[in-house]
């Protein structure tokens, strides 16, 4: 993957763009911070010349208070900048984390089964924390350090032009750690970075499938797979430590040989009488002083680089091709005639053939058809081209006659109802789980419970001590499969969609529930155009036409009994079928 660019810090500048008012008085209050500090190192002067040295009591009036009220304007703006900084940085997190999230909704569904979810997770919690300490100290440490280096510096000009000549010529030499490690710190923080991100997806998945591990006894072997990823990781902490950690002893160091440099020339110049004590003094102090913001200058760079490498990881996500950028702006409200497949193709990356090649069909309004055929052989594919979670290589979509992609992706969709075979139920309660198929529409508790009957899911919702305000759990865990089903099936229900797509979608029922919900299901798709993927073909024996798919092609087509009467594929499954049945009779 490619590095951090100049770009990418150009992205994040343009995060503090709407709060210019905010970091304008962080400025502010840094260049007052810079300026008392300043003004600290240069006020040793008179109190050592006329304090100590001429003894002029009168300074005594008035240079205590000098020196109280420096320190009380300093401290008061480092106050105000800090709160205001954190204000700043919480605010342009939100602002990221909000753009991540949206692109995340916005790529296509194929994206998801490439990339593991944790991967994601990571970049969206690890990486866009790390931002926060660039963007959201960005403004102040670079604007008060940077301004106090040069503030001080001018004290010291001020105070000794001859010896600021000495003592400037040694910052090159701190500097130069920080130019020559950048690129290094870059790389190692970017390798920090993907190995918290394998770290999470470990976590993520076996949380995920936790039954089955516990299933399989995999305990021990999830233990490891972590603690693999654990070892990774902290070595990639502790490479990218050693790298950081270089610069700031280093420039402490070099620091301190020019400070012994400076006493020495200093002290010469003193006995000369080319510089009185207290300018020396002052221009020690400053020296010193200039210590902390260089040494936060080289932190704030080590920040930055870490930064920038998650800034990479976050911006690869929002420069992905979002989904529907091709897509047309036609409105679909409806379904009056047809959908047609015309020679529709669709191969996987890197699979050899393809998952659907040319297939055409019609459906017409209160059509059912139904796709049956082996594992592997198209099917779940098919119908996820009809809502254009995928993209057909070759042929059209065609609905009432108009190609599918003329049509805007939310119109497209608000027309497909989907129940899938492991219907997805959200950590929310069971109204609001039914509401969702409303598509962000208020819905009135009648109309919930409605759709939750015709699903025959109401009497099993009221015997729960909180109805339909229990709390169904991560994917519905605290629910049945049947259960789940049958609140999917009245999600579908309640969405009133033209297009029905149902997969499986009695499979989890036991036969008393199956015969209420295909009732409740017939009654569904009589005004609607219908696709039904079925394993067991005695739920597809009254669609109006069923197509056997083998091997991506459409082998077979016809009803239940011209299918039986063709003697071919269908009839093989269907005998199989009925195998068990005639040995449990």
Same mark, same amino acid.
């Given at each position: 993957m490619p590095g951090a660019t100049p770009t990418?810090?150009?992205?994040? &500048?343009?995060?503090?763009?709407?709060?210019? $008012?905010?970091? @304008?008085?962080?400025?502010?209050? $840094?260049?007052?911070?810079?300026?008392?500090?300043?003004?600290s190192a240069y006020i040793i002067r008179p109190v050592m010349d006329k304090v100590f040295v001429d003894r002029e009591a009168g300074m005594l009036a008035w240079l205590p208070w000098a020196v109280l009220a420096i320190f009380f304007v300093k401290c008061t703006a480092a106050y105000g900048q800090s709160v205001l900084t954190e204000m700043l940085g919480s605010r342009v997190l939100m602002d990221i984390r909000n753009d991540f999230f949206g692109a995340l909704l916005s790529l296509p569904v194929g994206r998801f089964t490439t990339t593991a979810s944790g991967e994601y997770v990571s970049r969206l919690t690890n990486d866009v924390a790390l931002l926060q300490r660039v963007v959201g100290t960005l403004v102040k440490d670079l604007v008060r350090n940077g301004a106090t280096v040069i503030v001080l510096i001018g004290v010291i000009l001020y105070q000794d032009a001859f010896l600021a000549i000495f003592a400037l010529g040694v910052m090159p030499i701190a500097y130069y750690p920080l130019i020559a490690l950048s690129k290094r710190l870059r790389k190692r923080s970017r390798e920090g970075q993907e190995a918290v991100s394998i770290l999470t997806q470990?976590?993520?998945?076996? &949380?995920?499938?936790?039954?089955?591990?516990?299933?399989?006894?995999?305990?021990?072997?999830?233990?490891?797979?972590f603690a693999g990823?654990?070892?990774?990781?902290?070595? @990639?902490?502790?490479?990218?430590?050693?790298?950081?950690?270089?610069?700031?002893?280093?420039?402490? /160091?070099?620091?301190?040989?020019?400070?012994?440099?400076?006493?020495?020339?200093?002290?010469?110049?003193?006995? %000369?009488?080319?510089? @009185?004590?207290?300018?020396?003094?002052?221009?020690?102090?400053?020296?010193?002083?200039?210590?902390?913001?260089?040494?936060?200058?080289?932190?704030?760079?080590?920040?930055?680089?870490?930064?920038?490498?998650?800034?990479?990881?976050?911006?690869?996500?929002?420069?992905?091709?979002?989904?529907?950028? %091709?897509?047309?702006?036609?409105? &679909?409200d409806g379904v009056r005639e047809s959908v047609v497949f015309d020679g529709v193709s669709f191969a996987y990356a890197g699979e050899d053939g393809g998952a659907v090649r040319g297939v055409s069909l019609t459906a017409g309004v209160g059509d059912v058809v139904? &796709? *049956?055929?082996?594992?592997?052989?198209?099917?779940? @594919?098919? *119908?996820?081209?009809?809502?254009? /979670?995928?993209?057909?290589?070759?042929?059209? !979509?065609? !609905?009432?006659?108009?190609?599918?992609?003329? /049509?805007?992706?939310?119109?497209?969709?608000?027309?497909?109802?989907? *129940?899938?075979?492991d219907p997805v139920l959200f950590d929310a309660t069971i109204g609001e789980n039914i509401a969702y198929g409303a598509g962000g529409a208020e819905v009135s508790a009648e109309a919930i419970a409605d759709a939750a009957a015709k699903a025959h899911a109401h009497d099993f919702i009221s015997a729960l001590p909180n109805g339909y305000d229990t709390r169904v759990g991560e994917r519905g865990v605290m629910l049945s499969g049947g259960q789940r089903q049958r609140i999917a099936i009245a999600r579908a229900i309640l969405k009133d969609a033209p297009i029905l797509i149902l997969d499986e979608a009695t499979s989890a029922l036991d036969s008393e529930s199956e015969r209420h919900v295909q009732e409740a299901l017939n009654g569904l798709m009589a005004r609607r155009t219908t696709f039904v993927i079925a394993h067991r073909l005695s739920t597809v024996r009254h669609a109006t036409q069923i197509l056997v798919l083998d091997g991506g092609r459409v082998a077979e087509r016809g009803t239940h009994d011209e299918l039986l009467a063709l003697d071919g594929l269908y009839r093989k499954l269907h005998d199989i079928q009925l195998k068990p049945a005639a040995h449990g009779g």
């Amino acid at each position: 993957m490619p590095g951090a660019t100049p770009t990418d810090f150009r992205r994040l &500048l343009g995060y503090l763009r709407p709060y210019l $008012g905010l970091s @304008t008085a962080i400025i502010g209050l $840094g260049l007052v911070v810079s300026g008392a500090t300043g003004a600290s190192a240069y006020i040793i002067r008179p109190v050592m010349d006329k304090v100590f040295v001429d003894r002029e009591a009168g300074m005594l009036a008035w240079l205590p208070w000098a020196v109280l009220a420096i320190f009380f304007v300093k401290c008061t703006a480092a106050y105000g900048q800090s709160v205001l900084t954190e204000m700043l940085g919480s605010r342009v997190l939100m602002d990221i984390r909000n753009d991540f999230f949206g692109a995340l909704l916005s790529l296509p569904v194929g994206r998801f089964t490439t990339t593991a979810s944790g991967e994601y997770v990571s970049r969206l919690t690890n990486d866009v924390a790390l931002l926060q300490r660039v963007v959201g100290t960005l403004v102040k440490d670079l604007v008060r350090n940077g301004a106090t280096v040069i503030v001080l510096i001018g004290v010291i000009l001020y105070q000794d032009a001859f010896l600021a000549i000495f003592a400037l010529g040694v910052m090159p030499i701190a500097y130069y750690p920080l130019i020559a490690l950048s690129k290094r710190l870059r790389k190692r923080s970017r390798e920090g970075q993907e190995a918290v991100s394998i770290l999470t997806q470990v976590l993520t998945g076996t &949380l995920g499938g936790i039954r089955e591990v516990k299933g399989f006894v995999a305990e021990e072997r999830e233990a490891r797979r972590f603690a693999g990823a654990n070892r990774v990781y902290r070595s @990639t902490v502790v490479r990218v430590a050693r790298v950081a950690s270089i610069p700031p002893p280093m420039m402490e /160091f070099i620091g301190a040989l020019g400070i012994v440099g400076i006493i020495m020339a200093g002290g010469t110049r003193v006995i %000369d009488g080319a510089i @009185t004590a207290g300018a020396f003094w002052s221009f020690v102090a400053a020296c010193l002083m200039l210590y902390s913001p260089m040494r936060s200058l080289a932190l704030t760079n080590a920040n930055l680089q870490q930064a920038l490498a998650a800034a990479r990881r976050v911006f690869e996500v929002l420069d992905m091709p979002r989904e529907g950028q %091709d897509g047309g702006a036609r409105v &679909l409200d409806g379904v009056r005639e047809s959908v047609v497949f015309d020679g529709v193709s669709f191969a996987y990356a890197g699979e050899d053939g393809g998952a659907v090649r040319g297939v055409s069909l019609t459906a017409g309004v209160g059509d059912v058809v139904a &796709l *049956v055929g082996p594992s592997g052989a198209g099917k779940s @594919t098919l *119908v996820n081209l009809i809502p254009r /979670f995928l993209e057909p290589a070759e042929g059209v !979509i065609r !609905i009432d006659g108009v190609d599918s992609r003329e /049509f805007s992706l939310p119109s497209l969709r608000a027309r497909i109802g989907i *129940v899938g075979q492991d219907p997805v139920l959200f950590d929310a309660t069971i109204g609001e789980n039914i509401a969702y198929g409303a598509g962000g529409a208020e819905v009135s508790a009648e109309a919930i419970a409605d759709a939750a009957a015709k699903a025959h899911a109401h009497d099993f919702i009221s015997a729960l001590p909180n109805g339909y305000d229990t709390r169904v759990g991560e994917r519905g865990v605290m629910l049945s499969g049947g259960q789940r089903q049958r609140i999917a099936i009245a999600r579908a229900i309640l969405k009133d969609a033209p297009i029905l797509i149902l997969d499986e979608a009695t499979s989890a029922l036991d036969s008393e529930s199956e015969r209420h919900v295909q009732e409740a299901l017939n009654g569904l798709m009589a005004r609607r155009t219908t696709f039904v993927i079925a394993h067991r073909l005695s739920t597809v024996r009254h669609a109006t036409q069923i197509l056997v798919l083998d091997g991506g092609r459409v082998a077979e087509r016809g009803t239940h009994d011209e299918l039986l009467a063709l003697d071919g594929l269908y009839r093989k499954l269907h005998d199989i079928q009925l195998k068990p049945a005639a040995h449990g009779g």
